[in-house]
């Protein structure tokens, strides 16, 4: 502590608004002072309002020992954009980090290195540099993984980097199971437009394009892998000892306990008894009370010097006499009492709650006003003045206020000046203050009293002198009532502890509003006639050594600190050799209750022992808002007894335990004692948690005080007051110890030897992590420990715990120097891991670091811990670099999943039940029953049905097609439709040269071309494969998919546009593809008008109609084959289910291009004659009312659409509603408007939906979702007639381990389904098991298999792979009805029977799709479906737009869409980690935070999860932030 303190101050720049630092930051010595004076070694340090409390040689000492045992290991470094950088730096290209974390039992010693100490480590950042210019950092993982700090390369391969380059990079990992695997990513995605269709996935297996091939198709050797490799080398070191007991979470989850390790140390002593203070002085003449002690010294002393009050130069400004305060006091009691009016009745009563509201430098008004209301038998409320509408813990001062029913607020006319005004000139209204009127008490504002007047003598009776506030750890602000009683008791104690005597000097440097300030500075001086010079805090960060030279040069005989002060002025002590302290008897430590005042009291005795401060002097002290004064150390004249220090073992603390330590030095913490207790109380040490039962004399308990000098209550607060004010401590046989109450002190402490006490924390820093505690205090000493002087701001730090899973999980927040790097702040985070972990074996949950001067202030400049923990959690804090660790901490998550052995065939199915339940399966109505099958057969080729239409119906519209104004820009009668299909047939028989049965792909943007083109193919026996084309504005991603498709289908020829013929084969199609290796590509638009001499007719039903090729939500390209039979039931199913005629009118808002979209644009109404109305979705984002409007308009009474199309409407329209009503648009027209989905339904989108546009009459029942999926495009569709569709409520928790709980709406852990419509005519469902394919029973959770005339026939695939998927086909069940043949649709769900009939009379069974199975992640034995982490983790901040999540090597990766700024993107991390913690018992392993729009979505509006996992991987989402959670 000597050496670190020479410091040069230059006294420039100093303003009186500063921090409460000494502005450590200007404080760069002129060059010239500089070299004599500053010897060479020394670093100046920044100080602060905070560390110097928590400064300690020996235990910087210790930490930095603790840090050495440490190896060097590597920990991810996140990664962040430059512009979210603090200041730009080299960062972007992420260093190989050089940062180390807890033991590693498994990594070697590197050769030839010693393990380089903390105090070393700066120099590794210079090789790292050079590396970052060679460009070898990301050249592979391996390197950028094994590369030394040193910059040497390794001499022996190290453990992480063989890891890494052995089995990982070339793991093959086949996530995927379905057709051609195309898990490659391709370029980059953009961000301004979302990725239509997974486009950007491209090229299947033995497609020769450039691309990065390895393991499972994903690029391994990008920065982002070999970062998540060194996060699981990080994660592979052992956790802490595993946990045996489990308890029960109302579930069969079950959270692991902590159970008391059997060694941890216990109390072994025996119980204590209560301590009794020395008793109050006899015989001494008292004063009545601390009025009449006014009194008589303003009438017979009335020259006798009060308060000097001093500016921030140090002069003093002005001197109060005792007559000056008594008269001034009786002024503006009178006043108060006479002069204040509303109505006609005077303002105050006897009784009454005054605010007062005096700045720091204002003392002599303050002792006035405070007098004035007690003479006046009013309760002064001293607060600090509000210096912002939105001040740091404001709201809860208003509360307070408001529940002391205060009106009235007294000032000064300064203060009054520099107080937020409104409008009107009046003093603003606080947020959450009541409303006050503002009394300026400056002498010429007060009236005289008439002589005669005198105020009422009150006695020092039960009554509330006055109200002091005191915020508590959550921040709650509430006032502790002191009684007339207590205030003479307390200035009684006081003076007799302190052996104050009469006209006695006292210098104070405490806020003088509160706690000891005022106890001693306002209240106890006055008692004894005493003369305080106060020193206002602008002055003590100008010239800390102020209160010294006030001491010496009033040769004050006491002095009243902080150890903050006593620091502060052992910086700025230098070249001071004229001062002296030999005239103080007493120097009182008001902080001597934090354990780690002991340093500054130490070593501001070492310094200043030779300028005459005697070692006795120094008293500390420990007091407590509700007790007042605990203990206070005797001047040695009153004959205490010496101090004590004791060195206590900090593991032995956190279990609540004393233990002297001896053998680790490390952890240990020192305390000094605080004295004895007050004269006249009564003190004892009781259990934290529980029952007040007394503690054993080894045990640390919180101290309890009995005596009249104790606050009284909490105002307005019955039963806190009851549990703090009023405890009965028992022994541990339940008997009371006393027929007193005891009042708690909120001091964690025990007594020590000679009757002395010893505080080791507070109860409002204690945080109990698992069984141990750990004091707040202790960790801030502990992080500043570490560099400080490098790294943090003022030491400005924050620690607090906030509860996640059961848990209290530290947190850490800590100011960095402005000047601080990446590279600096993250060295330092892992170290503070390290030490912390080191010393106090306790995990850090989160580490944030905040720019300087952004962490919300308290009234002294400190921290407002409460204000800053609730802006954690509110996501409001804007850190600039965040470290989660919750795979270190977080030790109590349920036991993994353990698979049960299913019971096997042999449970034997009775009848239709399956283990006693009915067997889930279901159908829709029977096609035989429903018409003439006659009709049937003759419509079974969809060619012969549309030329039979152009012959009976020629001029029925079939297709008008809307363009964005909602104008008609195509139509085509069923005779159109023939004659241009005939056109397009005869163009490919005679310019193509096809033959029946090669494929063509149709490249059109949707419309009545694309139709024409359709049926064109299949009027020449060709097979037509719809291809969405490529955006030209996004070729380098959409182009590849189009090329795939081509490619895998086998086409022969693309029929399409003249436009899209130019862009296939353009320039910048050229650098996307190989534009050479395109088949025949024919523009239809002029083609000649010709007949085709017959047209095709298939041989057999089976024959192949089309093939629909779709990218699956997992990134996998499908392709499968629809015959003409299973064209016609498709058409035939859905015709029934939605009563379709030629009569009829619907409107399709749906991409034309695969799946139930396909059908319903290009095949349905050719089958069932009605006409349909296109409206293309790409037309809705230049307008999006397009489709409403058009359903409005042609009267649509059915519709379907996409999520995507309804998001657009909630969201782009959500605020016209009016708008439209006004321009007619009118939907209570619609009976049904479907959602086409392959997908679980998306409850929230479609409620909200059918909510707003109830105003434009669309009913409230209309809104449903179909389902369908690759081997069965349409399995339900709600339709026109049946009941409307269910909800029920799941238990989430039971759907991990595969089951269905249903519950009630609202319970804990719900999640509503809905119905996915009805089963179509003809289709079949069942349930069953994934595994044993086993028939399951009603509301069990298993896969959907469907059995119908219109299920496909196969995939496609060009490689003869077919046979690994004929399962999804042709699959059977295990055992029950083994002969019927299925097809696997590869989605989980349940059946569920209900107490609806439809149609048929019969009960009605409910589909309810769960999810795809694909797309579920397999984490901890339990299945988990993303969409539900996504829905938890969007719900967790208003600024998170959009949410996906995969896995990658077992880690959950978390991406989210920031939509706010950049600023706020690390916010995020900490509440996406929580959230999934807390609702989902998953520890999220990376939290990626990009631009909206980045996340990629297919036209069905479905996540392309697994396409966004390899653009993370390939390094492509040019992410925001990138956070490894350790």
């Given at each position: 502590m000597k050496h670190d303190g020479r410091l040069a101050l230059c006294c420039s720049q100093r303003s009186a608004g500063v921090d409460p630092s000494l502005q450590a930051e200007n404080r760069m010595p002129a060059p010239s002072q500089t070299t004599a004076a500053v010897p060479k070694q020394q670093k100046p340090r920044p100080?602060?309002?905070?560390?110097?409390?928590?400064?300690?040689?020996?235990?910087?000492e210790a930490v930095q020992a603790a840090l050495a045992k440490y190896k060097e290991r590597k920990m991810p470094m996140p990664s962040k954009r430059r512009s979210v950088l603090v200041h730009s730096s080299v960062e972007t290209y992420t260093p190989p980090d050089t940062s180390s974390a807890?033991?590693?039992?498994?990594?070697?010693?590197?050769?030839?290195?010693?393990?380089?100490?903390?105090?070393?480590?700066?120099?590794n950042i210079e090789p790292w540099l050079d590396r970052v210019i060679q460009g070898s950092s990301t050249s592979s993982s391996?390197?950028?993984?094994?590369?030394?700090p040193g910059g040497r390369p390794a001499a022996a391969p190290t453990a992480a980097a063989t890891t890494l380059t052995g089995p990982a990079a070339h793991a093959h990992l086949d996530v995927h199971s379905a057709p051609p695997d195309v898990t490659t990513g391709l370029g980059e995605l953009s961000h301004r437009e979302r990725p239509q269709l997974a486009s950007v996935r491209g090229v299947a297996r033995g497609y020769s394009g450039s691309v990065l091939e390895t393991a499972g198709g994903v690029p391994v050797n990008?920065?982002?892998s070999s970062k998540i490799q060194q996060l699981l080398n990080t994660l592979k070191r052992p956790k802490r000892p595993p946990l045996k007991e489990f308890f029960v979470d109302d579930f069969e989850e079950l959270l692991e306990v902590q159970q008391p390790d059997p060694n941890q140390p216990k109390p072994e002593g025996s119980q204590m008894v209560v301590l009794r203070g020395e008793p109050l002085a006899v015989g001494v003449p008292w004063p009545p009370s601390l009025l009449a002690a006014l009194q008589r010294w303003g009438t017979t002393q009335p020259k006798a010097p009060c308060l000097t009050a001093l500016d921030t130069a140090g002069k003093a400004v002005y001197t109060l006499t005792y007559g000056k305060l008594w008269s001034r006091s009786l002024k503006l009691a009178y006043t108060l009492l006479n002069k204040l009016t509303s109505k006609n009745e005077p303002l105050l009563k006897p009784g009454d709650r005054v605010a007062l509201v005096f700045p720091n430098s204002d003392p002599v008004m303050f002792m006035v006003a405070f007098y004035g209301c007690l003479l006046a038998d009013l309760v002064p409320v001293p607060i600090e003045v509000p210096l912002t509408r939105k001040d740091a813990g404001s709201q809860q001062v208003g509360f307070l206020l408001g529940s002391c029913g205060v009106t009235l607020a007294l000032t000064t006319d300064a203060c009054q000046k520099g107080l937020p005004k409104a409008q009107t000139g009046e003093v603003a209204t606080f947020k959450g203050w009541p409303p006050l009127s503002w009394l300026v008490i400056d002498g010429k504002h007060l009236t005289k009293p008439p002589k005669d007047w005198r105020p009422q003598t009150q006695d020092a009776g039960a009554g509330t002198a006055y109200i002091e506030y005191k915020t508590s750890k959550e921040g709650s602000t509430v006032g502790v009532t002191v009684s007339h009683a207590s205030l003479l008791a307390q200035c009684q104690a006081l003076t007799q502890a302190c052996g104050y005597s009469e006209a006695e000097t006292l210098t104070n440097v405490l806020d003088f509003k509160r706690d000891a300030g005022l106890w001693h500075g306002v209240l106890t001086s006055v008692m004894n006639r005493m003369h305080v010079i106060s020193i206002p805090y602008a002055l003590m960060k100008v010239n800390p050594l102020s209160w010294i030279q006030k001491v010496c040069s009033y040769k004050a005989r006491a002095a009243l600190v902080k150890s903050r002060d006593m620091h502060w002025s052992l910086l700025a002590q230098r070249g001071q050799r004229d001062v002296s302290l030999s005239s103080l008897r007493v120097l009182i430590v008001a902080d001597g209750a934090n354990p780690w005042s002991i340093s500054s009291c130490d070593a501001f005795l070492n310094v200043f022992q030779s300028r005459g401060l005697r070692p006795e002097v120094i008293c500390p002290c420990a007091t407590s808002p509700e007790a007042l004064t605990v203990a206070i150390r005797r001047p040695p004249d009153l004959g205490g007894p010496p101090p004590k220090k004791a060195v206590l073992s900090m593991n032995g603390l956190s279990f609540g335990v004393i233990r002297v330590d001896t053998e680790e030095k490390l952890s240990v913490l020192t305390v000094q004692d605080v004295g004895q207790v007050l004269p006249g109380a009564d003190v004892c040490v009781v259990k934290v948690e529980g029952a007040p039962y007394l503690c054993k004399t080894d045990e640390v308990g919180e101290l309890c005080v009995s005596s009249t000098t104790t606050g009284t209550a909490y105002y307005g607060l019955l039963g806190i007051t009851k549990s703090v004010f009023e405890t009965v401590p028992v022994t541990a046989g339940g008997m009371p110890v006393s027929d007193r109450p005891f009042t708690r002190t909120g001091l964690l402490g025990f007594i020590g030897p000679d009757n002395l006490v010893f505080v080791v924390g507070k109860l409002d820093g204690l945080m109990v992590v698992g069984v141990r505690r750990h004091s707040a205090d202790d960790i801030v000493a502990t992080a500043l420990a570490v560099e400080p002087m490098k790294f943090v701001y003022r030491g400005r730090i924050a620690v607090f715990s906030v509860t996640v899973l059961h848990d209290d999980r530290i947190v850490l927040v800590a100011e960095q120097r402005p000047d601080a790097s990446e590279e600096d702040s993250f060295q330092w985070m892992s170290r503070v891991l390290q030490a912390i972990d080191s010393i106090h074996q306790v995990g850090v949950y989160c580490l944030a670091l905040v720019p300087a001067n952004t962490l919300p202030k308290a009234p002294l400049g400190g921290i407002h811990i409460s204000e800053t923990k609730q802006r954690f959690l509110e996501g409001m804090l804007h850190p600039c670099n965040v470290l989660m660790c919750p795979h270190t901490c977080v030790t109590n998550l349920p036991k993994p999943r353990q698979k049960q052995p299913e019971v096997g065939p042999a449970s034997m199915i009775v009848g239709n039940l399956v283990a006693g339940k009915r067997i889930a399966q279901a159908s829709g109505r029977e096609l035989a029953h429903l018409e003439d099958s006659d009709q049937a057969r003759k419509f079974l080729f969809l060619p012969d049905v549309l030329q039979w239409r152009a012959h009976t119906t020629p001029d029925h519209p079939l297709f008008l097609l809307l363009n964005a104004k909602g104008s008609v820009t195509s139509t085509a009668t069923c005779v159109q439709l023939h004659k241009k299909a005939e056109r397009v047939a005869a163009a490919l028989m005679e310019k193509a040269?096809?033959?029946t049965g090669d494929h063509v792909a149709l490249v059109y943007p949707p419309g009545v071309d694309l139709i024409a083109a359709f049926y064109g193919c299949l009027y020449c026996g060709c097979v037509p494969v719809t291809v969405r084309p490529p955006h030209p504005q996004n070729l380098t991603t959409t182009l590849p998919t189009v090329k795939m498709i081509v490619e895998v289908s086998k086409s022969t020829c693309v029929l399409t546009t003249q436009a899209i013929m130019r862009l296939l084969k353009s320039k910048d199609a050229a650098a996307a593809v190989d534009i050479r290796t395109w088949p025949t590509i024919l523009d239809t638009d002029d083609i000649p008008k010709k007949k085709v001499a017959n047209i095709f007719r298939p041989p057999s039903p089976d024959v192949l109609a089309y093939l629909d090729f779709s990218v699956s939500t997992t990134g996998i390209l499908a392709g499968v084959k629809m015959s003409h039979a299973?064209?016609?039931?498709?058409?035939?199913?859905?015709?029934?289910?939605?009563?379709?005629?030629?009569?009829?009118?619907?409107?399709?808002?749906?991409?034309?291009?695969?799946?139930?979209?396909f059908a319903l644009w290009c095949l349905c109404s050719v089958y069932s004659g009605h006409q349909s109305v296109l409206v293309p979705p790409l037309e809705l984002e230049s307008n999006v009312s397009l489709w409403l409007s058009a359903v409005s308009q042609y009267k649509a009474r059915v519709t379907f659409c996409s999520y995507s199309v309804m998001e657009m409407c909630t969201k782009g329209l959500g605020a016209q509603t009016g708008v439209l009503r006004m321009k007619g648009v009118n939907l209570s027209c619609v009976r049904t408007c479907m959602v086409v989905a392959e997908e679980r339904p998306r409850i929230a989108l479609t409620q909200s939906f059918s909510k707003l546009f109830k105003d434009l009459g669309l009913p409230a029942r209309a809104v449903s979702t179909t389902f369908g999926c690759r081997v069965n495009v349409a399995i339900c569709l709600q339709g026109t007639a049946g009941p409307d569709p269910t909800t029920v409520y799941v238990d989430m928790r039971a759907l991990r381990h595969d089951r269905v709980r249903l519950v009630e709406r609202g319970s804990p852990h719900s999640l509503p389904l809905t119905e996915s419509g009805k089963i179509l005519p003809g289709v079949k469902v069942i349930i069953a098991h994934t595994e044993t394919k086993g028939p399951l029973g009603d509301s069990h959770l298993g896969e959907i298999w469907v059995s119908s005339p219109h299920n496909a026939t196969g995939y496609y695939t060009g490689y003869g792979e077919e046979a690994l998927h004929a399962d999804h086909f042709s699959a059977r069940l295990s055992f029950g009805d083994t002969q019927t043949i299925w097809a696997r649709t590869g989605y989980l769900g349940f059946l569920r029977r209900t107490e609806l009939t439809d149609a048929s009379g019969e009960r009605h069974d409910a589909l309810y799709v769960v999810g795809s199975l694909d797309e579920t992640l397999e984490l901890r034995g339990m299945r988990y479906h993303p969409i539900d982490i996504e829905t938890s983790v969007v719900r967790a901040h208003r600024s998170i737009a959009e949410c996906a999540v995969f896995t990658w090597t077992n880690l959950l990766v978390v991406v989210v869409e920031l939509d706010g700024l950049e600023r706020d993107a690390l916010d995020l991390v900490a509440l996406v980690t929580n959230v999934v913690l807390e609702e989902h018992h998953l520890v999220v392993g990376v939290v990626v935070i990009v631009d909206p729009g980045v996340i990629p979505i297919n036209?069905?509006?479905?996540?392309q999860r697994m396409h966004l996992r390899d653009g993370f991987l390939a390094d492509q989402l040019d992410p925001i932030y990138v956070a490894y959670n350790m």
């Open positions: 100080t602060s309002s905070r560390d110097e409390r928590f400064r300690s040689d020996v235990h910087t807890s033991e590693d039992e498994g990594s070697l010693r590197r050769p030839g290195r010693l393990t380089s100490t903390p105090l070393q480590s700066h120099s391996a390197s950028s993984t094994s590369s030394h990008s920065r982002v040269r096809l033959g299973a064209t016609s039931a498709l058409c035939r199913s859905i015709k029934l289910q939605c009563e379709l005629y030629p009569s009829r009118q619907i409107a399709i808002c749906l991409d034309p291009y695969c799946g139930l979209g036209s069905r509006g479905e996540k």
